[in-house]
């Protein structure tokens, strides 16, 4: 591989990090306090759609995702009420989620949209080179030659590992979702952390969803999250429920990614939909490592009753 | 959390009104719901709904719709709540349907010559057989590492679509068809017509009978029993000698055999070929329809009839209204979400 194919394909997995950081950053957060949200793919959905349309008819980006981010953050708002607040079956509810977006997403664009063969298009998001840095041979154009949201993810990481492990606030978050009984006899609000971290979750995936037309295609269409929101579970996995293993571990989903979808021009002989497929396989294939030495937090999944008394 | 979700029934005719309250109430309030977005959006309401509901009863074709799109959907519904009795979620009904069709069509195209009393036969069990095999890989690291189905299955998806992707345009492409599409299965593979006018191929008998056999292995057979015990505490029926992880495993392959089942009957009784997209959106509304049957194996036929219904009137107002079909999609999801809130209030 010649340096500047190098280069070129390691933009690319720069560019391809940012919805599974942002997805998975979101998983994580809300499973710290026992959510366990498996809405990823719809909420990814309808960020992509109400991002590339508020984008397209307010003429922003800025307002695109914002849009796109208010309505994520509904929708985790109402993950964390049905679950938290009425204690129904957190995979039931995620689901139900789930098709709701499916279906929002697509309404939504045909609604605005109609049924067109040549949609509108949004502009994509501008690389933003940050001075000096950008000029350094190699690593410049591969990490310095970006758009915002790829240094803002990266950031985002960062900022989430000193807040979970070096702030009095994220030891109380992580406690909610080890042992929230013991928790709540300290006083730390469960319910309250619950909903915070869910509605933060859906704005984070929602972002993620909206990312994809702003980058890639410059408009919505059905299939453009294409499973990320599964994979992202898959690497919340991976990254042991920890923000830093997370950004690490979603250099790998945007790599195999990468190799998958964007390398089929120059494909070697083998067929493109086995390439096509390998994000998938090594997904499940990595999951049988990542699953043995990590331990989720402890009431992933559950709903907390203060009043029961069985739950510890 | 999953005992919530098998519930226990109560026997007689006024136990049985009383349970359909809370689902009268969902649908009302999920069409009220929708009926307010259709209204804000300028569109007719009362016509719509009307659409929705009566398509399938005003004219016999709507009928015969009805039940042709009632057989994928109960079966991919028994798919999930196979896996669901015992705790798990089946969420690859869909990869697990394109898998047994690509086995049916494979059976079907290769031994195109055999005559019907053979190659009928061999084509459903090819489907059967290739979608166990394709829910085989999630269910085993399930049974052996502990991995999340959920996501194991879910990801079988995306390398099916893939591979009906590869056998339609590479393995056996029709060049004539517009869309990938693989040629014809020999005739001795498709399914008897019950009807020829129009058509209604006999696939809603094996429906009907495989409906039939899963109400009876999970609520009046001890092996089904051990299943359900297993869904509702797995804790306690490993004290009592079932062997959990055995019962995840098999209630997987069972599901992804009816799923397989379900492709193998699109091949065989409506297109007598394999076409890309056939699998439509039956994974979604079969797992919504065993949600709001509550994985209840009983009312699963009765909810994916209702189902079916809108779904053939959703069809209906896309041509007549323009109204997306993603509307009554959203309708199914709503309905679901308010029988879900309704075991709250009961609850209280």
């Keep these: 591989m010649t340096t500047s194919s190098?280069?070129?394909?390691?933009?690319?997995?720069?560019?391809?990090?940012?919805?599974?950081?942002?997805?998975?950053?979101?998983?994580?957060?809300?499973?710290?306090?026992?959510?366990?949200?498996?809405s990823q793919e719809g909420i990814?959905?309808?960020?992509?759609?109400?991002?590339?349309?508020?984008?397209?008819?307010?003429?922003?980006l800025l307002v695109g995702v914002l849009l796109a981010m208010l309505v994520g953050g509904l929708m985790g708002l109402v993950l964390a009420y049905f679950t938290t607040t009425l204690k129904l079956d957190q995979f039931v509810v995620g689901l139900a989620v789930f098709f709701l977006g499916l279906g929002l997403s697509s309404l939504l664009f045909k609604v605005v949209i109609g049924v067109t063969l040549q949609p509108p298009i949004v502009p994509t998001l501008d690389a933003i080179p940050i001075p000096l840095l950008s000029r350094i041979p190699v690593l410049g154009p591969i990490l310095f030659r970006q758009n915002i949201?790829?240094?803002?993810?990266?950031?985002?990481?960062?900022?989430?590992?000193?807040?979970?492990?070096?702030?009095?606030?994220?030891?109380?978050?992580?406690?909610?979702?080890?042992?929230?009984?013991?928790?709540?006899?300290?006083?730390?609000?469960?319910t309250r952390n619950r909903y915070v971290t869910a509605v933060i979750a859906g704005m984070l995936m929602a972002l993620a969803g909206a990312y994809l037309p702003m980058v890639y295609t410059g408009t919505y269409t059905e299939g453009i999250v294409r499973g990320r929101g599964w994979l992202s579970i898959a690497l919340t996995f991976f990254g042991g429920w920890t923000p830093h293993l997370i950004l690490l571990g979603s250099f790998f989903f945007a790599g195999v990614e990468v190799l998958a979808l964007r390398v089929q021009v120059t494909s070697i002989g083998i067929p493109h939909q086995f390439l096509r497929m390998l994000p998938y396989l090594a997904t499940i294939l990595v999951m049988i490592f990542a699953f043995r030495g990590v331990r989720p937090p402890a009431f992933l999944g559950q709903n907390y009753d203060r009043e029961s008394r069985t739950s510890s | 959390m999953t005992e919530a979700i098998v519930l226990k029934r109560k026997r007689g005719p006024a136990a049985i009104l009383q349970a359909l309250v809370p689902y009268l109430l969902a649908v009302i309030a999920a069409f009220a719901a929708v009926g307010v977005l259709l209204a804000l959006l300028g569109f007719d309401v009362l016509r719509a709904y009307s659409t929705i509901l009566f398509t399938s009863f005003r004219t016999t074709n709507g009928f015969i719709q009805t039940l042709i799109k009632w057989t994928p959907l109960v079966l991919q519904a028994l798919a999930f709540t196979i896996p669901l009795a015992a705790g798990k979620f089946n969420i690859g009904g869909e990869g697990q349907l394109i898998v047994g069709g690509?086995?049916?069509?494979?059976?079907?195209?290769?031994?195109?010559?055999?005559?019907?009393?053979?190659?009928?036969?061999?084509?459903?069990?090819?489907?059967?057989?290739?979608?166990?095999?394709?829910?085989?890989?999630?269910?085993?690291?399930?049974?052996?590492?502990?991995?999340?189905?959920?996501?194991?299955?879910?990801?079988?998806?995306?390398?099916a679509f893939?591979?009906?992707?590869?056998?339609?345009?590479?393995?056996?492409?029709?060049?004539?068809?517009?869309?990938?599409?693989?040629?014809?299965?020999?005739?001795?593979?498709?399914?008897?017509?019950?009807?020829?006018?129009p058509p209604l191929h006999s696939g809603l008998l094996i429906a009907v009978l495989v409906a039939i056999l899963v109400y009876f292995y999970t609520d009046h057979t001890s092996a089904g029993y051990e299943l359900v015990?297993?869904?509702?505490?797995?804790?306690?029926?490993?004290?009592?000698?079932?062997?959990?992880?055995?019962?995840?495993?098999?209630?997987?392959?069972?599901?992804?055999?009816?799923?397989?089942?379900?492709?193998?009957?699109?091949?065989?009784?409506?297109?007598?070929?394999?076409?890309e997209g056939m699998q439509s959106n039956f994974l979604?509304?079969?797992?919504?329809?065993?949600?709001?049957?509550?994985?209840?194996?009983?009312?699963?036929?009765?909810?994916?009839?209702?189902?079916?219904?809108?779904?053939?009137?959703?069809?209906?107002?896309?041509?007549?209204?323009?109204?997306?079909?993603?509307?009554?999609?959203?309708?199914?999801?709503?309905?679901?979400?308010?029988?879900?809130?309704?075991d709250v209030v009961r609850r209280r």
Excluded: C
């Excluded at chain 2, 053979?118 to 590492?145: C, D, E, H, Q």
């Excluded at chain 2, 959990?244 to 297109?271: D, K, Q, Y």
């Design chain 1, 44 to 60: 990814m959905l309808v960020g992509a759609s109400v991002g590339f349309l508020g984008a397209y008819l307010f003429d922003s």
């Design chain 2, 229 to 275: 015990a297993t869904g509702a505490n797995p804790r306690a029926s490993s004290v009592y000698g079932v062997n959990v992880r055995r019962m995840f495993l098999l209630s997987l392959l069972l599901g992804g055999a009816i799923a397989g089942l379900s492709g193998a009957i699109e091949v065989a009784g409506v297109h007598h070929r394999l076409i």
């Design chain 2, 102 to 159: 690509i086995g049916a069509a494979a059976v079907g195209i290769l031994l195109a010559g055999l005559p019907l009393p053979i190659l009928l036969p061999s084509v459903l069990l090819a489907g059967t057989l290739f979608g166990a095999l394709w829910v085989l890989g999630p269910a085993w690291l399930l049974y052996r590492f502990g991995i999340n189905e959920i996501l194991t299955t879910v990801l079988m998806n995306f390398v």
């Design chain 1, 149 to 190: 949201l790829v240094y803002l993810s990266v950031l985002l990481s960062v900022a989430l590992y000193l807040l979970l492990y070096k702030t009095g606030m994220g030891l109380a978050l992580r406690s909610v979702g080890e042992n929230p009984k013991a928790a709540d006899s300290l006083g730390i609000n469960v």
């Design chain 2, 284 to 342: 979604l509304l079969g797992i919504i329809i065993g949600l709001i049957a509550k994985g209840n194996n009983l009312a699963v036929p009765f909810v994916a009839l209702f189902i079916a219904i809108l779904e053939v009137g959703a069809s209906a107002l896309q041509r007549t209204m323009m109204i997306p079909g993603e509307m009554v999609f959203i309708v199914e999801a709503l309905i679901l979400i308010f029988v879900l809130l309704s």
């Design chain 2, 162 to 197: 893939e591979l009906i992707d590869f056998t339609a345009t590479k393995i056996w492409p029709d060049p004539a068809a517009g869309h990938p599409t693989t040629v014809p299965i020999g005739e001795g593979g498709y399914l008897p017509l019950l009807l020829s006018h």
């Design chain 1, 6 to 38: 190098f280069i070129d394909f390691a933009a690319l997995v720069m560019l391809a990090v940012v919805p599974y950081i942002l997805a998975s950053q979101g998983t994580m957060l809300a499973g710290r306090t026992g959510l366990f949200i498996v």
